[in-house]
C-alpha cells in the first residue's frame, strides 16, 4: 500500500503546501499532518510506500521542487525546518534508530517564498502544488 502524507501548518502560508498535496490526491491515499512527530510514524504504521510532502527551505527559487530519498542519506534537517520541536527529518531518524521505517520512502520538499501567518500560499508555490498532485496522483 501507497501513502502520501502532506505536513504543514495551514496557518503559516506556504507551509501549508504539503497539506494542500494532500487534499488534492485522488488516486492514493493520503493524510494531513499539523503536527509532524511521532504522528508521521502512525499514518505510515503498515504502508509498503510514503511519501512525505513539506515545504522546505533551502535558498532555492520559490516553487522549486526537489525530491529525497531519506534511505539512502538523511534529509538536511535544516532544509525542513518545522514549527513543531520534532519535524520530518527528526522524525524519519527517529523512526530510524527504532526500526520504524517504511520499506520505501521519499520527501518531496516544495520551496516556500513566505513562512508568514495567513492561509494563501504564493504563486510559486500554488504552481507547484499542482506539479506534485499531477505526478503523486497518476504515480
Do not use: C
Not at 527528526?90 to 520512502?105: F, H, S
Amino acid at each position: 500500500m501507497r501513502v502520501v502524507i502532506g505536513v504543514g501548518n495551514p496557518f503559516r502560508s506556504d507551509d501549508a503546501a504539503g497539506l494542500e498535496v494532500a487534499r488534492r490526491l485522488t488516486n492514493v491515499t493520503a493524510y494531513e499532518s499539523s503536527l509532524g512527530g511521532f504522528e508521521l510514524m502512525d499514518l505510515w504504521q503498515g504502508a509498503d510506500e510514503v511519501v512525505i510532502v513539506d515545504a522546505m527551505h533551502s535558498k532555492a527559487e520559490p516553487g522549486t521542487v526537489r525530491v529525497y530519498k531519506p534511505l539512502e542519506q538523511p534529509l538536511p534537517a535544516a532544509t525542513f525546518a518545522s514549527s513543531h520541536a520534532i519535524g520530518v527529518a527528526e522524525t524519519i531518524e527517529m523512526a530510524r534508530q527504532l526500526g520504524r521505517l517504511p520499506a520505501r520512502l521519499s520527501v518531496y520538499g516544495i520551496e516556500a517564498e513566505k513562512l508568514t501567518s495567513g492561509t494563501a500560499v504564493s504563486p510559486a508555490v500554488a504552481a507547484a502544488i499542482d506539479r506534485v498532485v499531477a505526478e503523486l496522483d497518476h504515480a
